[in-house]
């Protein structure tokens, strides 16, 4: 018994990565392979243009300079970095940096999801065991991608979405 007990604590770190990387795989394949330049394209903008904004003037002159800025500036400094990176790539490839930051923008959504499910895994395992921490973690990286993601076409999602 104590050579099974064993066995599962020394396995239980790569169960975590196991579980957080495939949620993380699933994302990533869902948001650049399955449903590419998908998301609402007023919000894709908005963001993608301050993000620019952000990466031409800085935090300092944004609120003086963007149209309709009126988020606080805690998620504007992601956005400035995403703006830094597209104009970054933009000038090495040559692909506009607008188009490099709107594939961005999903990365943030995806990669705090993940974190979140670390989050529940190590809550989960401290309070209820090492499976329900897993159980926890697995459910909510694959329950909050949606049903209606994957069954419903994409021009029948953004409509839903523009008379909500």
Known sequence: MGRAVATVRRSGPWTVVAVLGGGLALRLGLAYVVFPGQGLAGDMGLFASWAETLARV????????ATSANYPPGYLYVLWLLGSLGGAVDSLTGTPSTDVVVALLKLPPILAD????????????????RRAGMLAAALYLTAT???HLVTLPPQVRQSRREHA
């Open 114 to 129: 993940v974190a979140t499910g670390g989050l529940l895994a190590w809550a989960g395992a401290r309070w209820f065991g």
């Open 145 to 147: 991608i949606g049903p």
């Open 58 to 65: 800085g935090p300092s002159g944004f609120y003086a300079t």
